[in-house]
């Protein structure tokens, strides 16, 4: 027959309390005795305050990179601006050089036109060449001659060719060329005539004529 002593359970419960206490005071003595043993606790909490002030000069140096970088890309945005504003300064210049060689030439074409004295319309500075085969353009200037107060000059001006067809003399019965014109000073006039086939020009007859039909100027060139 065997004896065995038996404990209440809410002994058990405070002894196993009282285990589970003193384990945990165990640990946590074995704890701070290692962080002793390390030197952890011996700063008097300085690695809390050395933590701190690392994380505050961290905060710092991005506030830092992040003006810089901000800087850094307003100055990247007047440079693209400058460098496109640059361009259309370029290419102004280029235009306007464009345009001041082409009003020198207008000048000078106006220029070798100046008629002489005298009054009524002429034809002035003629100019024909063949573009193409097949093809005449021409340019010439009318100008009323008399000052800037003469009277509006209506009618047209028509041109006509005469030359070679087929190793046979040929001649416009119509013009080939005609335009209507209305102006006080001068009219430039310019175009493109397209030849008969086999066809050769040796003479271009330019005529202005007023809105009855007369004749008021004219000139002809051979080529």
């Known amino acids: 027959m065997a004896v065995r002593s038996h404990m209440a359970w809410p002994l058990r419960w405070a002894v196993a309390a009282l285990m589970l206490g003193f384990s945990a005071a165990l640990a946590l003595w074995a704890f701070e005795f290692g ?3 390390a030197g952890l606790n011996q700063d008097g909490g300085k690695s809390a305050d050395l933590v701190a002030q690392l994380r505050q000069q961290l905060d710092d140096a991005r506030r830092d990179r992040d003006a810089a970088q901000a800087v850094a ?3 990247d945005s007047l440079l693209k601006a400058e460098r496109v504003t640059q361009q259309r300064l370029a290419e102004q210049v280029k235009s306007l050089e464009t345009e001041n060689l082409a009003l020198k030439d207008d000048l000078g074409f106006f220029e070798r036109l100046l008629p002489a004295t005298g009054g009524g319309l002429s034809v002035r500075g003629l100019q024909v ?8 353009r021409f340019q010439l200037l009318i100008m ?3 000052g800037r107060n003469q009277p509006e000059f209506k009618g047209r001006v028509e041109v006509l060719l005469s030359g070679a067809r087929d190793g046979r003399p040929w001649a416009d019965s ?3 060329f005609t335009q209507p014109l209305a102006f006080k000073q001068y009219r430039r006039v310019e175009g493109q005539v397209n030849l008969p086939a086999n066809s050769t020009v040796k003479q271009v007859q330019v005529r202005v004529l007023d809105e009855s039909g007369q004749v008021r100027a004219g000139q002809v060139q051979a080529l």
């Open 35 to 37: 962080r002793n043993i």
């Open 129 to 136: 060449e063949t573009s193409a085969p097949g093809q005449v």
């Open 73 to 75: 890309n307003s100055a």
């Open 174 to 176: 119509a013009p080939t």
């Open 144 to 146: 009323q001659q008399g």
